[in-house]
């Protein structure tokens, strides 16, 4: 497809977020049955019921237009799923795998808010005033999933995945040097940076504990 009008980008970047969308509708439940706390188990659950009607609101927006929704592979949203199984396969500790997919999936909505806002700006310059009240829609849906993952992380998870933390620290301890495998260095280190993950959004791991995630990673070589 040729991208020669605003009118091309729009299409072409709602295509990208349709499959972004299709490929979350698989993901959700295999998120839901990994997580722990069933809270955030729900909060996955109520999440896929919203995308599925997120993908029919696209799938409107295309009829609408005579359009297909189908021809592009969102390689964005592949790459962050992708990301959430890794840590579901390295099968970390019940409240650290909890925040860590609280991680995960403030990247997959943050990754939506910048997707919809784009072509919810782009409707409203091409004179799609529906369409653009439907992105908006979506829109907010992505907002208040990645606001209430940031209260299940900040109202006990991350907490939880500290005190997790500080257990296998005292153990580390007493086995500092000879004993220790690299890969629970590794662990350590992804411990610590998901728990800073999930405070305050999008904020990052970088502060106060990072140092000493270094110095883990590099006694791990
Ligand atoms: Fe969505
Ligand atoms: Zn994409
Ligand atoms: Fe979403």
């Known amino acids: 497809m040729e991208l020669n009008t605003l009118r091309d980008l729009y299409i072409d970047e709602l295509k990208d977020l349709w499959s972004a969308e299709k490929q979350l509708v698989k993901a959700l439940p295999k998120m839901a049955k990994a997580a722990n706390d069933p809270e955030l188990s729900k909060a996955f659950t109520t999440h ?36 959430g199984s890794e840590l579901i396969k390295e099968k970390p500790d019940a409240e650290v795998l909890d925040a860590g997919l609280i991680s995960k999936a403030q990247h997959v909505e943050h990754y939506e808010i910048a997707g919809y806002g784009t072509v ?5 310059l091409l004179g799609y005033d529906r369409q653009a009240q439907l992105l908006q829609e979506t829109l907010d849906e992505e907002g208040e999933a990645d606001k209430l993952l940031t209260q299940l992380a900040e109202g006990s998870i991350n907490l ?5 933390e500080g257990e296998e620290e005292e153990e580390a301890e ?33 502060s106060r504990r990072g140092g ?3 110095e883990t990673e590099s006694s791990a070589r």
């Open 120 to 124: 919810r700006t782009y409707a409203q």
């Open 48 to 83: 896929l019921r919203q995308t599925e009607r997120q993908v029919q609101r696209l799938e409107q927006i295309f009829e609408e237009i005579g359009e297909s929704p189908r021809g592009k592979k969102c390689v964005g949203m592949e790459g962050l799923i992708e990301e």
């Open 174 to 206: 007493t086995t500092r040097g000879s004993r220790r495998s690299s890969k629970a260095s590794e662990r350590e280190v992804s411990r610590r940076t998901t728990v800073e993950g999930g405070r305050g959004g999008a904020r990052g791991g970088s």
């Open 160 to 164: 939880e995945a500290a005190s997790a």
């Open 212 to 214: 000493r995630a270094k």
